[in-house]
């Protein structure tokens, strides 16, 4: 059963701000999610992962998985940047473990390999693999269909077929996983009762 404590830790407002999420979204009592964080349906969020919308919006579409140790951030409006960064992610990406990604923005059916850091106002178009290990630089934006790796960061060769599959599977694959953690609390919560 999740205690009331853990309940609190994982999932905080701030300055009346409020986590919103749809549908049958998994966030992991050790994971963190606070302020302007929206989660679509379908959403998973693993151990120790950061979510903090303090300073700006961050807004995470359905079906995408936010793996351990990411740590997801924006950047403020201020006198060097007026408008700031939001964070926004799209439908259908899965981020890797220990993923940072700040003031930027993901499109869908991304894979953001393991490691890997994308900087302010970046641009990830739909259907792109960023390599395990990558860092994209701020303002960069990445074409559509295209595998991209190094630190910084190159555009290394198009996607192939199976690459392009991969996007639907490893989506549908952490919404299967983490329907069995839900189901797995609510039979721990029955057996409580």
């Keep these: 059963m999740r205690s009331a404590m853990s309940v609190k830790t994982a999932v905080r407002s701030w300055q009346g701000h409020v986590p919103q999420t749809g549908e049958r ?34 807004h995470i579409g359905a079906r995408t998985s936010i793996q351990d140790g990411a740590v997801l951030h924006i950047t403020h409006a201020g006198p060097f940047n007026p408008n700031g960064f939001p964070l926004i992610i799209g439908d259908d990406v899965t981020v890797g473990h220990s ?12 894979l953001v390999g393991m490691g ?8 990830v178009e739909d259907e792109v693999v960023i390599g395990a290990g990558s860092l994209v630089p701020p ?9 991209y790796v190094g630190s910084p960061v190159r555009q290394a060769r198009p996607l192939k077929d199976s690459e392009r599959a991969f996007f639907s599977y490893s989506a549908q694959n952490y ?6 953690y839900l189901q797995d609390q609510n039979l721990q919560a029955a057996g409580d009762k």
Excluded at 43 to 52: E, M, N, Q
Excluded at 116 to 123: A, C, F, I
Excluded at 175 to 180: G, I, P, S, Y
């Design 25 to 58: 979204v998994f966030i992991d009592d050790s994971a963190v999610v606070i302020g302007q964080v929206i989660l679509g349906d379908d959403c998973s969020v693993w151990p120790l992962a950061v979510i903090r919308g303090d300073m700006h919006h961050i």
């Design 116 to 123: 890997s850091t994308v900087l302010d106002g970046v641009v």
């Design 175 to 180: 919404v299967n996983l983490k329907n069995t």
């Design 99 to 110: 993923v940072n990604l700040h003031g930027c923005t993901i499109g869908n059916r991304v």
């Design 139 to 147: 303002g960069k934006r990445l074409e559509s269909g295209y595998l």
